[in-house]
């Protein structure tokens, strides 16, 4: 069936470093969607990406979907302990309108 | 506006028993989802419905069922639960039925003791 794999599954920065989530599908995604969840907290959506190639930035995240529209990455720039959360990705199924999530990244921010 | 809401916020339970969970999407929006998030995990998908019918089912057993009703709120029904079936429930609105971004709401945790 199929799979939405993320790597890293942890990540500890320092405040101020970079940061940089993977996302991977088995199968060829018609759109991708990032999330974030704080700790304790429900999953906020980030962002939608639909086409190949894509590349979508807000302040110091960028979103970029792949070529193949079968992986995507999260690039954070200059972390801040505000980043803190796991990150996920979620794709739909081939039909109707399941989405599978990915294993997400658990990024923490040491000050 | 208010966001998603969720009731109950937590809920303790016993194998064998049943569970009805609920959610009311933020208002406009006709499209609710649940899934089902372990510990440690990300978000499962369960069921999505769309103008009260059902668009969608994950790979989950038939004791799980939901319903959605003309105000556009839903229900999650959960059967002979299991020890395995604590988790916390997430319901999703979205405005559409096609894939749209998703607003989530702050989920029932369920324990089965």
């Known amino acids: 069936g199929q799979q939405v794999m993320q790597i890293p599954q942890y990540q500890h920065v320092q405040e101020g470093e970079d940061f940089t989530t993977y996302c991977n599908s088995s199968t060829t995604l018609s759109n991708i969607q990032w999330y974030k969840q704080r700790p304790g907290g429900h999953p906020v959506f980030l962002i939608q990406?639909?086409?190949?190639?894509e590349v979508k930035k807000q302040k110091r995240l960028t979103f970029q979907f792949g070529e193949a529209k079968k992986n995507s990455s999260l690039h954070i720039t200059a972390t801040q302990t505000t980043d803190v959360g796991t990150y996920f990705c979620a794709g739909p199924k081939d039909t109707g309108n399941q989405f599978y999530f990915g294993t997400g990244t658990s990024l923490t921010v040491i000050p | 506006d208010a966001g998603v809401t969720q009731s109950p916020t937590h809920l303790i339970k016993t194998r064998g028993q049943h569970v009805t969970l609920r959610c009311s999407p933020i208002?406009?929006?006709?499209?609710v989802s649940w899934y089902q998030q372990v510990l440690g995990q990300g978000p499962q998908f369960i069921f999505q419905?769309?103008?009260?019918?059902?668009?969608g089912r994950g790979n989950f057993p038939d004791r799980f069922s939901a319903r959605q009703f003309p105000n556009y709120s839903s229900e999650l029904n959960v059967n002979a639960l299991l020890l395995g079936d604590s988790a916390l429930y997430l319901c999703?609105?979205?405005?559409?039925?096609?894939?749209?971004?998703?607003?989530f709401g702050p989920g029932t945790r369920l324990t089965v003791t």
């Open positions: 990406l639909v086409k190949s190639g």
């Open positions: 208002s406009g929006h006709k499209s």
């Open positions: 419905y769309y103008e009260k019918e059902e668009r």
């Open positions: 999703a609105s979205s405005f559409t039925s096609d894939p749209y971004e998703q607003y």
